[in-house]
């Protein structure tokens, strides 16, 4: 019998398993690919903070899993946190090197959200789009709702983290706010999460290796063509929320070389937006 007191065991909620370190290393940890190592643990606050306290220490194309995260970080530090089990929760290392501008290194997040809706549309099954410039979405009853998002972080002088949170069977009343969603609420044929984590890293690897490729050039990698033919926030009106608590609304009309994104304002003037909190307006035509 098992004490009162005793820890929550992994397999304590049949619908959520564990993911399978053994498998998913054998799957993705392959010669002369992108990842090197795959760690899983069963708690942490960050996986962004922990592989980037480690990234001297370690290889390109480490990978780190969280089962559950409790102090896990999104844009401007705000929390992110969910149940065990229930999300994909992991971090990445890479290191574009000296073929790639650090002047690019920007797009690196835009390529992560390109890489996971197209992983995620072909092992879940469901639409997914982008919000400039770290949310994916997806509709659920008709409303977009976010389902995940994406934070990049430097670590030293050569190196990026980029952190990847998921919902994938929360629940409506599990919901940290009504915007959230879950890829379990969008009707997903699939939310076996082991799947799901392959599709993601071999779509990132491809992306990042298409990207690397063509010296960090998103047009030439064909990555900003594919950002804004999947982007959910061109052609709507829009109200940027920038740093320093100014605003600008305008419609979203573009993604430029540094994927910033052009708003035409009123009078017809044109605003490049490098940072901020974007609202859509202007409901999806």
């Given at each position: 019998?098992?004490?009162?007191?005793?820890?929550?065991?992994?397999?304590?909620?049949?619908?959520?398993?564990?993911?399978?370190?053994?498998?998913?290393?054998?799957?993705?940890?392959?010669?002369?690919?992108?990842?090197?190592?795959?760690?899983?643990?069963?708690?942490?606050?960050?996986?962004?903070?922990?592989?980037?306290?480690?990234?001297?220490?370690?290889?390109?194309?480490?990978?780190?899993?969280?089962?559950?995260?409790?102090?896990?970080?999104?844009?401007?530090?705000?929390?992110?946190?969910?149940?065990?089990?229930?999300?994909?929760?992991?971090?990445?290392?890479?290191?574009?090197?000296?073929?790639?501008?650090?002047?690019?290194?920007?797009?690196?997040?835009?390529?992560?959200?390109?890489?996971?809706?197209?992983?995620?549309?072909?092992?879940?099954?469901?639409?997914?789009?982008?919000?400039?410039?770290?949310?994916?979405?997806?509709?659920?009853?008709g409303e977009e709702r976010k389902t995940g998002g994406i934070l990049a972080e430097r670590a030293g002088d050569d190196a990026v983290?980029?952190?990847?949170?998921?919902?994938?069977?929360?629940?409506?009343?599990?919901?940290?706010?009504?915007?959230?969603?879950?890829?379990?609420?969008?009707?997903?044929?699939?939310?076996?999460?082991?799947?799901?984590?392959?599709?993601?890293?071999?779509?990132?690897?491809?992306?990042?290796?298409?990207?690397?490729?063509?010296?960090?050039?998103?047009?030439?990698?064909?990555?900003?063509?594919?950002?804004?033919?999947?982007?959910?926030?061109?052609?709507?009106?829009?109200?940027?929320?920038?740093?320093?608590?100014?605003?600008?609304?305008?419609?979203?009309?573009?993604?430029?070389?540094?994927?910033?994104?052009?708003?035409?304002?009123?009078?017809?003037?044109?605003?490049?937006?490098?940072?901020?909190?974007?609202?859509?307006?202007?409901?999806?035509?």
């Amino acid at each position: 019998m098992t004490p009162e007191n005793a820890p929550e065991s992994r397999w304590s909620d049949l619908d959520r398993p564990p993911l399978n370190v053994a498998a998913l290393r054998r799957a993705l940890l392959l010669p002369g690919g992108l990842w090197t190592s795959l760690d899983i643990v069963p708690s942490t606050g960050s996986t962004n903070s922990d592989l980037t306290a480690r990234a001297a220490s370690l290889e390109e194309g480490a990978v780190l899993v969280a089962e559950e995260q409790t102090a896990g970080r999104g844009r401007l530090d705000r929390s992110w946190t969910s149940p065990a089990r229930s999300g994909l929760f992991f971090s990445v290392l890479l290191r574009p090197g000296a073929e790639v501008p650090v002047e690019r290194w920007g797009w690196l997040p835009l390529l992560a959200g390109v890489a996971s809706a197209t992983g995620l549309a072909r092992a879940a099954g469901v639409d997914m789009s982008l919000k400039w410039p770290n949310d994916l979405l997806v509709t659920i009853g008709g409303e977009e709702r976010k389902t995940g998002g994406i934070l990049a972080e430097r670590a030293g002088d050569d190196a990026v983290v980029i952190g990847i949170g998921l919902n994938v069977t929360l629940h409506a009343d599990e919901l940290p706010v009504p915007t959230a969603g879950s890829l379990a609420l969008a009707d997903a044929i699939s939310t076996d999460r082991d799947p799901l984590l392959r599709a993601v890293l071999r779509s990132l690897e491809q992306w990042y290796g298409d990207w690397r490729a063509a010296g960090g050039d998103p047009a030439r990698s064909g990555l900003q063509a594919a950002y804004a033919a999947g982007c959910a926030t061109l052609g709507r009106t829009v109200r940027a929320e920038l740093p320093g608590g100014r605003s600008v609304t305008g419609e979203a009309v573009a993604l430029d070389g540094d994927g910033r994104l052009v708003l035409t304002t009123e009078g017809g003037g044109e605003q490049s937006i490098s940072a901020g909190d974007v609202v859509h307006l202007r409901p999806a035509d």
